[in-house]
């Protein structure tokens, strides 16, 4: 089983609506959380770090559940720009990232 | 701040060659560098770990005699794939912690290395 999973996707919004997807993960070990961005053939892109009160960075909100062991990200009013994989990342204590394969965000017109 | 400069970004070569890809931090101190690959749609994978000023860790399965990692200061970090070969075709991309005051936030990423061997 993979430490971190995600929905591949895509999930395929139109411009100006909300999407949410989630990831697992399995160690619970893990102590930080944090969101990438990655366009097609380009290296990721801090988006946000993940706390388990729950964060907000513009139309962007992050969630971590400790308990369920999964983190949310919501995306509102979607712009065509936010078209991308989103890669939910796990930081263990020994400063080890483990990356989720991605989920692939498609904003149509 | 906090930038990785990689390169080659792209780098095409002929099967048994040895191909090297480096990562400089431009403008904070890396004394650990990150090496992972990415095969297409896939994760991320971390392939090594390089400290400044001693032996690369690597992750098992990684031969290390294959992926030679060098990190001779604390600016700049190696990765040489020797005698390369179609199978190891792939996105390498390096990262650092980034070391932002007044708290470590994230790592940042070099720009990958698309590597094809044909």
């Known amino acids: 089983r993979k430490e971190v999973e995600q929905d591949p996707g895509p999930f395929n919004v139109p411009e100006g609506a909300t999407v949410a997807f989630n990831c697992t993960y399995s160690n619970s070990a893990s102590q930080s959380f944090f969101w990438y961005r990655q366009d097609c053939r380009k290296e990721p892109k801090l988006l946000m770090s993940?706390?388990?009160s729950g964060n907000e960075d513009g139309r962007f909100t992050a969630q971590l559940n400790r308990a369920s062991q999964y983190i949310s990200l919501l995306i509102r009013d979607s712009k065509l720009s936010d078209s991308a994989t989103y890669l939910c990342v796990g930081e263990n204590s020994w400063g080890k990232l483990q990356f989720g394969a991605g989920t692939q965000v498609v904003v149509t017109p | 701040g906090a930038v990785v400069s990689q390169h080659p970004s792209r780098v095409i070569c002929k099967s048994g060659t040895s191909v090297k890809i480096e990562c400089r931090s431009l403008d904070f101190q890396a004394t650990t560098m990150f090496w992972y690959r990415q095969f297409p749609k896939q994760s991320l994978m971390l392939m090594a770990t390089?400290?400044?000023?001693?032996?690369?860790?690597?992750e098992q399965g990684v031969e290390k005699d294959k992926f030679l990692i060098n990190h001779a200061s604390l600016t700049l970090s190696t990765l040489t794939v020797t005698s390369a070969h179609p199978e190891d075709s792939s996105f390498y991309i390096c990262?650092?912690?980034?070391?932002?005051?007044?708290?470590?936030?994230?790592?940042?990423f070099g720009s990958g290395t698309r590597l094809t061997v044909v």
């Open positions: 990262s650092a912690p980034r070391q932002v005051l007044p708290a470590n936030y994230g790592y940042t």
């Open positions: 993940v706390y388990s």
């Open positions: 390089s400290n400044e000023g001693s032996k690369a860790t690597y």
